[in-house]
């Protein structure tokens, strides 16, 4: 007896063919061959469900009908881990720059179907020579390496972007499913991405996050809350891999040179009386 | 005194120490305190208001380089025959982080200030802040007598810039260090890899 011999006989008690001679044989070997391609494409069909965002570690639980090559139910749940990090430095943003996102926050609402998120990106900065503070601005974000656009409130991803110009590709996967609110300096200072929804103000962050108090005041960050909508269809399932480009109006070397000594909270703390 | 003779010029070391929390054990507290003291044979007031402390050969101070570029440096101040009866004093007094600033002064041969716009004098030898400190104490069995030895380990900014870490880190106790009331990062640590169930049931 061979590992191929087993299936042979496998496949011969499975159809109900006896096999006496060569043309039974022959029968038997092609009506396994055709079992074996429904089991191998019922398994390719297993393979391109909705599988977990990239992103995030997640297993979703998918219950098929073994005996049709139709999905019947999908159990429309995803275990979702937090990949919190309590070790990770906040970076600085001189003129331009990306930054990946950091996880301060997460919370599950909405009978478990929307999610919020949020994610610290850069230290806002000091003044500069002059005494003017610094801006920092949202330009870009990028969702799975495809930029965002928004509706007109600002805050709703409308469709995400891959490639410039015009060969690039509308998807409209996380349209309606994702939202954004932009803060450039605390919890009090709710912005936009550039240049859409200039005049949009959504309010102060500890008025939108779940379970945020004033006492959540993030200060001297600049951060993004971010609302995720569950999506079976859409595979919408959770954070996607961030990107935002931010843009600091302090980037001239002087003033940044003097500002990165004098910070005490993210520079070498120098008084400004050291600082020839 | 314009210089005249450069055949007898007399130099000294003065050494200014600004301590912000001195153990004063007179005033039973500590307070902002600024010593004074150099190694010239009397006592000397180099700038309006701030008069050094002469103590002769009890003070040395290790050899520090001048260089171009900015190194890290340190310099060594030794101070002896610091009596017994100020060991509490020593050490009490938190002289880690304290200012270190060290000149040098040329005199002529009278003892008087050379003052000629030639040079710059006194001229800045060192600054740097207290490192750390030793305290070394000689018993004379015979004598019966005890001699306390201070030394007081300077660095210079480089030195301490490149141990210093800075930086707002995610986690909470980093957030209030900065900002003491703000909350925002307190569940950042139950967030780590904790397991979330996302969408409900159809």
Known sequence: MSLISDIVKFGLGQFGIQATGDTPKAIATSALTSFLTQKVNKAIKKTNLPSPSASVSTSSAIATDTTKSTIETIERKVKVEIAGDTDAGIPVVYGEGYVQPLLVDAVLTNSQCTMWYCVALCEVTGNDLNGDPSLITFEEIYWEGKKLTFYSDGNRVAASWEGKGASAKQDLTLSGNVEIYCYNNGSESPCNVRPQGLSVNHGNAYLIMPGWGVNHQMSGLAFALIKVSYDAEKEVKGLGSLRFKMRNTLKKPGDVLNDYMSSTVYGAGISAGEID | ?202
Request: charge should be negative; glycine fraction near 6%.
């Open chain 2, 1 to 202: 005194m314009a210089l005249t003779d450069y055949n007898h010029i007399r130099t000294a070391l003065f050494v200014k120490i600004e301590v912000d929390q001195y153990y004063d054990a007179a005033y039973g507290g500590f307070q902002n305190k600024t010593l004074l003291f150099s190694d010239h044979y009397k006592d000397f007031e180099l700038f309006t208001g701030e008069t050094y402390t002469a103590l002769g050969d009890l003070v040395g101070v290790s050899s520090s380089m001048n260089e171009l570029t900015p190194t890290s440096g340190t310099l060594t101040l030794t101070i002896s025959g610091v009596a017994s009866q100020s060991i509490t004093e020593i050490t009490r007094t938190k002289f880690n982080s304290s200012r270190v600033t060290v000149y040098r002064a040329f005199f002529t041969q009278n003892g008087e200030l050379i003052d000629d716009v030639s040079i710059t004098n006194p001229v800045g030898r060192y600054n740097g802040y207290v490192n750390n400190y030793t305290l070394q104490e000689d018993w004379d069995q015979e004598l019966r007598f005890t001699s306390n030895t201070i030394s007081l380990e300077c660095s210079n900014s480089v030195t301490l810039l490149s141990k210093k870490t800075s930086g707002r880190k995610t986690n909470p106790t980093s957030m209030k260090k900065y900002y003491p009331n703000d909350v925002s990062f307190d569940r950042i640590p139950a967030l780590v890899n904790a397991k979330i169930d996302f969408g409900g049931a159809s």
